[in-house]
């Protein structure tokens, strides 16, 4: 049965997947979600003797019906090879009583590897499937990790350019230089004088002109999205949580039916959502703990059912949950709303003019299986530092706020449910603030040094993604006022 998708503001507007994957933002602001979930049609006990490609069909298949067995399979194996640096392409690592769900072996050491690894596949695929002729220019605004992930994946693909925002003070140095290294003739990697907020706004305000889209296509050209918005990244990012389950059967960690809990370090609200549709695949998953660092909107949310924008934003050592506005959570609002569109159109129209909205006794009723805290800056670091000191595992700044987000959420409730905690990055991507927090004296040593350093301490060979950017040369060099993206998305199509 093929799987129809909707618009969050507009229950007329419907797409089939690759549609969706296509075009990556609906009408008028609007997310495309699936009209239904369907249920796994494999058992828990076979999904237990899969590897990681094969998990992946049985997942996607079901979400991404218009696609032919054949193309699907090609896009999954195309994206899950050796570019990954382990087999196991993201394996569960049992330290300090949690299952650290590893999400950073991929090309850019981080967590948006698992998605946009496959999505110029599935857009290529579907750009043929629809028979698109215009190229298609990915635009994304990004808070550190999307950036570099997604110019590695679309970098010299065929048919294809890709420009990329980032907020020039607002990312970690080594996200910078990931960034600013790339090569390919089809990407552009521009800073702007803003935060991440201002970029994803400015995005977004270009892919919803009509206008700008006409004449993009009367040059040729159509935009699309690399965004976690798009749903060629969520149904991959479904994927791993349905392999660590299958891990832990296979492991006899627990048994097939047991429920677990995920924990999961949330900004745009795209990781802990793939998670949340998964389950409803048939997936036993008992609670989505939601860990924000100090920009703590969704904690306020799940314990206030308000979610409110207008407060200041902190830039933390967690720079890719550094977020106001969490895209994705329009997906659970419309969900919990009753697949609502009108509802939920209200409810971003209010965010949009007053940058708030709250949500109804009824709609948070349905929350009851979300549980959201927040971690500080100095609990962050800190808990790097203990789990290091207890288990010789040392993990990065993101993981840490789910970390320490986990020991809260066992202290308030005493639940003993085995626990999936997803690791979002590498720490060499974050070797300075990971650093500092096992000891303020590394203050004084160059960023190479103490990635050195780190491989000292955790006998954790240095990435590849890593060793790259010792010695390439600055290819990207432009920066803008958040007001001039228009033009230097211009500027770059030379229209
Ligand atoms: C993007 C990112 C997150 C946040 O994920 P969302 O899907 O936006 O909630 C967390 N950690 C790291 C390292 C990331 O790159």
Redesign the pocket.
């Known amino acids: 049965m093929e799987l129809i998708y909707k618009s969050t503001r507009n229950s007329n507007e419907t797409a089939t997947a690759s549609m969706a994957i296509l075009k990556g933002l609906a009408n008028e602001g609007g997310l495309f979600v699936p009209d239904s979930i369907p249920s796994l049609d494999v058992s828990l006990e076979e999904l237990s003797k899969m590897d990681y490609r094969e998990v992946a069909y049985s997942i996607m298949k079901l979400m991404l019906t218009d696609f032919t067995e054949e193309e699907l399979k090609y896009c999954i194996n195309s994206a899950y090879d050796k570019k990954f640096d382990t087999d196991e392409i993201a394996p569960l690592v049992k330290k300090n009583g949690a299952y650290y769900l590893e999400l950073f072996h991929g090309a850019t050491i981080?967590?948006?590897d698992m998605a946009l690894s496959i999505l110029p596949y599935l857009l290529t695929t579907s750009a043929k499937k629809n028979n698109v002729k215009n190229e298609i220019v990915i635009l994304t605004a990004t808070?550190?990790?999307?950036g570099k992930a997604a110019l590695a994946g679309f970098a010299d693909v065929p048919g294809t350019k890709i420009i990329v925002f980032y907020p020039k003070n607002g990312v970690s140095p080594i996200q910078e230089k990931q960034m600013v290294t790339q090569k390919g003739d089809n990407t552009f990697v521009v800073g702007i004088t803003g935060n991440f907020d201002d970029a994803q706004t400015g995005v977004k305000k270009m892919f919803s002109d009509v206008e700008l889209n006409k004449y993009l296509a009367d040059n040729g050209y159509q935009f699309s999205s690399a965004n976690?918005i798009n749903i060629g990244r969520l149904v991959p990012q479904m994927v791993y949580y349905a392999y660590a389950y299958s891990r832990l059967v296979a492991s006899g960690e627990i048994k097939v039916g047991d429920k677990i809990n995920v924990v999961?370090?949330?900004?745009?609200?795209?990781?802990?959502l793939a998670a949340y549709y998964v389950r409803e695949m048939g997936i036993p998953i008992n609670k989505f703990i939601c860990a924000s660092n100090e920009n703590k909107v969704l904690f306020d949310f799940f314990t206030t059912g308000s979610y409110d924008r207008n407060r200041q934003f902190i830039l933390t050592t967690?720079p890719?949950?550094d977020i106001l506005i969490s895209s994705?959570l329009e997906r659970l609002i419309y969900r919990i709303a009753g697949n609502d569109a009108t509802k939920n159109k209200e409810l971003m129209s209010e965010l949009n003019s007053n940058g708030k909205y709250t949500i109804t006794d009824e709609m948070k009723k349905n929350l009851v299986d979300f549980y959201g805290n927040y971690a500080s800056e100095a609990e962050t670091s800190a808990t790097i530092k203990k789990v290091y000191e207890s288990d010789n595992y040392i993990m990065?700044t993101?993981t840490a706020v789910a970390a320490a987000v986990y020991d809260k959420y066992v202290a308030d409730t005493g639940d003993k449910t085995p626990t999936v905690i997803a690791s979002?990055?590498s720490p060499y991507k974050f070797t300075r603030s990971v650093m500092n927090s096992i000891d303020a004296n590394y203050d004084k040593q160059t960023d190479f040094e103490l990635v050195d350093e780190l491989n000292r301490l955790s006998n954790v060979k240095v990435p590849q993604a890593i060793e790259d950017i010792r010695t390439a040369p600055v290819r990207h060099n432009t920066v803008c006022d958040k007001e001039d993206m228009l033009k230097e998305v211009k500027n770059f199509l030379g229209i």
Not at 264 to 272: A, D, H, Q, R, S
């Open positions: 981080a967590f948006k808070s550190g990790d999307t976690s999961v370090p949330t900004g745009n609200f795209g990781n802990i967690s890719s949950m994705n990065d993101h979002t990055a």
